[in-house]
């Protein structure tokens, strides 16, 4: 099993340009999350999905918007990237809410 | 939601000593899990612990899911420079909730 991955590993946006981060899994799992952790400081989480087709807020969404048309893929996109959103971003998935198994991480910076 | 204190926030040690670190919560949980994250790289998760007083080892790593819920701890014995890294505690309150995560405690090990 490959767990988590993510593209790319790292990237540079100008400000307002926009971005798709990719998140895939082969563990079957149903719940799949999207946290940024910014330098420093610990796990925020944007969005989370509890299966294909569902989706919900997490503590920090605005700015970023996600899709789960499949169990194993979980993109987020970044529309009009900003200064702040300068970070990196882990996606996580999980058999239910508890372990969470993460990916190796985008580092992101915006420009 | 729900907050984690998690202490120490860092921690200087020379390699052969023994390490303990704890999370609290006002609230009670029913779900404590600790995490380490290499430099670099995403959080890998080290010991899960499901009920009130178990006690869990993994290798030199031991936890302790506290006996009111509210509190776990993580023993490291003789440390070694590999365990540089961030620890993060996370719990969760019922089967049905998401994860909380502590800020982390940052461990520096010198040889």
């Known amino acids: 099993n490959a767990g988590v991955t993510q593209t790319p590993k790292f990237r540079i946006l100008k400000i307002g340009q926009s971005m798709t981060l990719q998140c895939t899994q082969d563990m079957n799992h149903n719940y799949m999350y999207w946290y940024r952790q910014d330098p420093g400081m610990g796990l925020k989480l944007i969005y989370y999905?509890?299966?294909?087709?569902?989706?919900d807020k997490g503590e920090v969404p605005n700015g970023y918007n996600v899709s789960r048309s499949t169990t194993e893929d979980f993109p987020l996109r970044l529309e009009l990237a900003a200064p702040s959103q300068t970070s990196v971003y882990f996606c996580a998935s999980s058999y239910s809410y508890n372990e969470q198994y993460f990916g190796p991480g985008t580092r992101l910076t915006v420009t | 939601g729900q907050q984690l204190n998690q202490s120490p926030q860092s921690m200087f040690i020379q390699e052969g000593e023994d390490v303990s670190m704890n999370c609290t919560s006002s609230?009670?949980?029913?779900?404590w899990l600790w995490y380490k994250q290499d430099p670099g790289e995403g959080p890998v998760l080290l010991i899960a612990l499901y009920k009130a007083g178990e006690l869990t080892s993994n290798g030199r790593l031991t936890a302790q899911f506290g006996i009111t819920r509210k509190d776990s701890f993580l023993n490291i014995s003789a440390s070694i420079p590999s365990d540089v890294g961030i620890y993060f505690c996370?719990?969760?309150?019922?089967?049905?909730?998401?994860?909380?995560f502590g800020e982390g405690t940052q461990l520096t090990v010198n040889p």
């Open positions: 996370a719990s969760q309150e019922t089967s049905g909730s998401r994860l909380t």
């Open positions: 609230s009670i949980f029913n779900t």
């Open positions: 999905s509890v299966g294909a087709g569902i989706t």
